[in-house]
């Protein structure tokens, strides 16, 4: 199971992202999006890689894309937040991205560790895509109705 996360998570995070792309069409720049989906899509082939060593390398792969589309997340978040409002969700799971990432970088020597917060990361991460889903789609309502 943690195996199949491990390549699932990163791939979620492209559809994710595109689903983004399509929800912000009027956002000036798409740059970071269309940056994390090629990070995202290039970390699941390289965790799959990684996984043929054994999973501390898959947990240091996994930690390094956490940190890097944590900090995109943050970046856009912060970007966001006056032209569409409700996204404090995004830049709460921006950092705990980066700081889950750092921790799954220490603990890669410890992989039960790391592969037993792997399960939290995942749920944190599903929850924060559902509060942001939630906001956004009520920000967009109000847009639409006004």
Do not use: C, E
């Amino acid at each position: 199971m943690a195996y199949t996360l491990l390549i699932i998570y990163p791939a979620w995070d492209v559809a994710g992202t595109f689903l983004d792309i399509q929800a912000n069409r009027n956002s000036a720049s798409k740059t970071p999006q269309y940056v994390n989906a090629v990070i995202s899509a290039i970390t699941t082939i390289a965790v799959g890689l990684a996984l043929q060593k054994g999973i501390p390398a898959a947990l240091i792969v996994f930690g390094i894309w956490a940190i890097g589309t944590g900090l995109i997340q943050l970046v856009l978040g912060l970007r966001r937040r006056k032209l569409l409002g409700g996204q404090w969700p995004m830049i709460i799971s921006g950092g705990q991205s980066v700081l889950g990432g750092t921790s799954f970088i220490v603990m890669a020597h410890a992989p039960t560790m790391g592969i037993h917060s792997l399960a939290g990361y995942a749920a944190f991460g599903a929850f924060y895509y559902l509060l942001a889903a939630f906001r956004l789609s009520g920000t967009a309502n109000r847009k639409t109705t006004a």
